[in-house]
């Protein structure tokens, strides 16, 4: 019903700035809320930020200063932008559809994509 292509991900020096996307296809994706979120080895999955179908976005504590999130409902895109980069963002990022302004088709919380590696490390 709903794919997500996440890229972006890479090896980068601590302090240094990656730019993920995630491709959605499926849907009705300017309706979509939309999140980020990484797990680390060993961590549960947690989420990084998100955004609304309106444009509105909420970051994590962790996140706040650093990431910024954005869509391209044109492209039916959702990126996020990661700067002053920690080895503790070191992990995978996943996106996923959190909610939507239209009706989802029955089990449509449990599509993740493959994620993207991003790893901080001098």
């Known amino acids: 019903q709903v794919q997500f292509v996440e890229s972006g991900g890479g090896l980068v020096q601590p302090g240094g700035s990656l730019r993920l996307s995630c491709a959605v296809s499926g849907g009705i994706f300017s309706g979509y809320h939309m999140g980020w979120y990484r797990q680390a080895p060993g961590n549960q999955r947690e989420r990084v930020a998100s955004i609304a179908s309106s444009g509105t976005t909420n970051l994590s504590n962790s996140a706040k200063g650093r990431f910024s999130i954005s869509r391209d409902n044109a492209k039916n895109t959702v990126y996020l932008q990661m700067n002053s980069l920690k080895p503790e963002d070191t992990a995978v990022y996943y996106c996923?559809?959190?909610?939507?302004?239209?009706?989802?088709?029955?089990?449509?919380?449990?599509?993740w994509g493959q994620g993207t590696q991003v790893t901080v490390s001098s």
């Open positions: 996923k559809i959190e909610d939507s302004d239209y009706p989802l088709w029955p089990g449509w919380d449990v599509y």
